[in-house]
């Protein structure tokens, strides 16, 4: 029985080993990845206005710790920096388009479906200091149809799961897509567990032989 309990220790231990160092393995290589990765934001549209042609997100927050930049659209969506939605300063808000790193795709809305998403992307991590948003729904000039109410939007961990805002009409929501890396996270979460179940175990079996031991001796005795 001890023979078999030292076995099973000394296996546990150099599994347990080998699953922690995969999984600070993962860890690193996820710090790496997110530090030169973007993470992307899904628009999905229900009602627009008529005459929307592209829309943007606006946000507030701290802006003084937001790289300035000037993002031309010209080619892509046929409008420049004077156009309303990149001069758009009003209660905090900015357009993210025009005055971050935060890229329009290229999708284009058709307002004749009820349903269209577009993709952006954010090579900042904008949501740690700009963490309130809205949506502005915009014509082939940039000029402003019409905004969403306002969502605070929380920033997720390591940027490895893409938002999915929901626009509809003046309302706006929005989720967060499945978490592509967990099941390293629940390995490690089930090995700690089995773990601390497996320490237990064994220092009461320990305390019983030596209760065992003791009754022994005062046996002999």
Request: hydrophobic share 40%; with cysteine.
């Amino acid at each position: 029985m001890k023979r078999s309990s030292k076995v099973f220790s000394v296996v546990f231990k150099a599994v347990y080993l080998v699953l922690l160092g995969f999984v600070v393995l993962w860890i690193i290589s996820r710090i790496m990845i997110s530090a030169s990765s973007t993470q992307l934001l899904y628009l999905n549209l229900g009602k627009i206005p008529e005459g929307t042609v592209f829309a943007d997100v606006l946000a507030k927050g701290d802006w003084n710790k937001v790289r300035k930049t000037n993002i031309d659209y010209e080619d892509l969506l046929g409008v420049d920096n004077t156009c309303e939605i990149a001069q758009y300063d009003k209660d905090g808000y900015k357009s993210l388009m025009f005055n971050a790193d935060f890229y329009y795709t290229g999708d284009r809305i058709d307002s004749t479906q009820p349903d269209n998403k577009i993709c952006f992307e954010d090579w900042s991590d904008l949501f740690k200091e700009l963490p309130y948003i809205k949506v502005a729904y915009c014509d082939k000039d940039g000029n402003i149809l019409g905004i969403t109410e306002e969502k605070h939007i929380t920033p997720v961990f390591m940027r490895r799961s893409p938002y999915n805002l929901y626009a509809d009409g003046e309302e706006l929501s929005y989720k967060l897509g499945p978490l592509d890396d967990i099941k390293p996270w629940i390995l490690f979460i089930a090995m700690t567990i089995f773990g601390v179940v497996y320490l237990i175990h064994n220092r009461r079996r320990k305390k019983k032989l030596i209760q065992s031991g003791e009754t022994d001796n005062e046996l002999k005795e």
